[in-house]
């Protein structure tokens, strides 16, 4: 490699952070050894679903299906050998449609979809066969065997996603990452990765140009171009398997190829992180033209089918919901009346859709004419005139107001609100017009999108997040947001309800 791409003197890791040589090679080996346990996984749960559904569809009959052949007796095949076929194909499909890629598991929807589209795939393969040889197999124990399959496939892969995540975060099975860039561009993606560990990369150094050796940015210990050492023997100095260019002006494109011809195949890994953040993969496309990688982001859009789709979502999951919890919502309003003075909904203005204010309806708990109190509880505390703004400890509640708010039973009469169309079952969380008075021009983004009953902050950490993250998160949702993810919200606010942490209030 040219001289051009050098480092310096490594910083020395204490000894906590410096990885062994043992530590180092479990974590590369982790990719194969996580995908071996999916593989057995897999393995188990479909020959409990295959044999299961061959057992309750065909009792003991093992002989039921058979080969049409002209001018012959039809051959008798027992469904044991069936099963035992449909499972190693099913298993050898999931193989093949790179459902144990490292890159795919343990975060974002890609891995389910490949689970389901290589599931898809062989009931394509299995119809078309017994067709064209005239197999007369049990249509039931077709019909039944691939949905279900399907289905426990997806709770072990998320129930093992919830176990990977659990680790990462103590720093196992999760790629060690050298980054290389300027040191604005390493700050920036060394503080993107530290905001979410499930995504399985650690950072343990830096090689940066300009920065004087044994410098440390934000916590990482970092290298410079002033040494001797090549960044594959940084590699090993700081025990790390993955090298995440930053910036497009640390390397030519002569270094970095030459880069990627000295790193070791299935032991180092190389990624270009472009500076965009906050950008949905469906809104992603890599298209190579003429020897480049060029990264296409698609404008986000909120028309057509996915507005009209998000729309009837809203239609039927409120009626659905208020009908389902019509006599605990007369309940909770009686209880609401007889424990303290005041109205049994409380009704307040908040900003909507492009701007537009409109009546938000919740269960009333605080005491009566709250509302004169707040100035003075926010200028007490030192919180006047901040966005988001939460009054701790907050005296106005009333006992069974805090019941409610901890479980968000007051929130359900915007089930109303949203049956309306002035709300959304999940969107950006509606504000007051004080608190839009206080955005910036990238937070009017949030009023681009109808608010919604729940969101991403909502269930990212609630009254824990500061502004900034929850703007951040609501302007993700905004960028990004999809049928699919709405569905992924509303199954996470259901846990958050069921079992509220710290954070609710």
Same mark, same amino acid.
């Given at each position: 490699m040219g001289t051009n791409v050098e480092v310096g003197d490594v910083l020395p890791m204490s000894s906590a952070e410096a990885p062994s040589q043992s530590d180092t090679k479990r974590q590369r080996d982790w990719r194969r050894s996580y995908a071996r346990r999916l593989a057995v996984t897999d393995l188990v749960a479909l020959v409990w679903v295959v044999f299961g559904v061959q057992f309750l569809w065909l009792g003991n009959d093992?002989?039921?299906?058979?080969?049409?052949?002209?001018?012959?007796?039809?051959?008798?095949?027992?469904?044991?050998?069936?099963?035992i076929v449909l499972t190693g194909l099913w298993v050898l499909s999931l193989r093949l449609g790179g459902t144990h890629d490292y890159r795919v598991v343990g975060q974002g929807s890609t891995e389910y979809k490949l689970v389901a589209d290589a599931s898809g795939r062989l009931f394509g393969l299995v119809a078309i066969v017994a067709f064209l040889f005239k197999i007369d197999l049990a249509r039931g124990y077709i019909l039944l065997a691939?949905?279900?399959?399907?289905?426990?496939?997806?709770?072990?892969?998320?129930?093992?996603?919830?176990?990977?995540?659990?680790e990462r975060e103590q720093g196992r099975f999760a790629s060690n990452v050298l980054l290389i860039g300027s040191e604005q561009s390493v700050r920036h993606i060394a503080t993107q990765l530290a905001r979410d560990t499930s995504a399985g990369y650690r950072v343990v150094?830096?090689?940066v140009k300009g920065v004087p050796a044994g410098a440390v940015v934000d916590e990482v210990p970092v290298q410079t171009s002033e040494g001797s050492d090549s960044i594959v023997e940084a590699l090993d100095s700081f025990g790390a398997d993955t090298v995440v260019v930053t910036s497009s002006d640390a390397l030519t494109a002569?270094? !970095?190829?030459? $880069? /990627?011809?000295? #790193?070791?195949?299935?032991?180092?890994?190389?990624?270009?992180?472009?500076?965009?953040?906050?950008v949905g993969g469906p809104r992603i496309h890599t298209r190579p033209v003429a020897g480049l990688p060029l990264i296409h982001v698609e404008t986000p859009r909120n028309e057509g089918w996915k507005k009209y789709g998000k729309r009837w979502l809203d239609i039927?999951?409120?009626?659905?919901? !208020?009908?389902? $919890? /019509?006599?605990? #919502?007369?309940?909770?309003a009686l209880l609401v009346k007889l424990t303290s003075r005041g109205p049994v909904f409380y009704r307040q203005e908040r900003v909507g859709l492009n701007g537009q204010p409109f009546q938000m309806l919740k269960f009333r708990s605080m005491r009566a004419n709250a509302d004169a109190?707040?100035?003075?509880?926010?200028?007490?505390?030192?919180?006047?005139?901040?966005? !988001?703004?939460?009054?701790?400890?907050?005296?106005?509640?009333?006992?069974?107001?805090k019941f409610l708010r901890k479980y968000s039973v007051d929130e359900f009469p915007q089930l109303v609100n949203v049956l309306k169309g002035e709300m959304s079952l999940v969107g950006p969380r509606p504000q007051r017009e004080a608190e839009v008075a206080l955005y910036d021009n990238i937070a009017y983004r949030r009023l681009l999108i109808k608010p919604g009953m729940s969101g991403l902050w909502q269930v990212s950490g609630r009254s824990e997040l500061s502004w900034e993250d929850a703007i951040r998160l609501d302007l993700f949702y905004v960028e990004n947001w999809s049928l699919m993810g709405d569905i992924v919200i509303l199954w996470r606010t259901v846990k958050a309800v069921v079992a509220p942490g710290a954070s609710a209030h």
């Open positions: 093992g002989d039921a299906m058979s080969i049409r052949q002209p001018g012959d007796a039809p051959l008798v095949v027992n469904y044991t050998v069936i099963s691939f949905p279900v399959g399907i289905l426990v496939l997806l709770f072990f892969r998320w129930a093992w996603r919830q176990w990977l995540a659990v150094g830096a090689w002569e270094e !970095l190829r030459e $880069l /990627s011809w000295q #790193l070791v195949p299935g032991v180092h890994h190389l990624v270009l992180a472009p500076s965009l953040t906050d039927l999951g409120s009626a659905f919901f !208020l009908l389902l $919890l /019509s006599i605990p #919502l007369l309940a909770v109190e707040l100035h003075t509880l926010l200028a007490a505390q030192g919180s006047d005139g901040k966005p !988001l703004f939460k009054v701790k400890d907050d005296p106005r509640i009333t006992p069974v107001g």
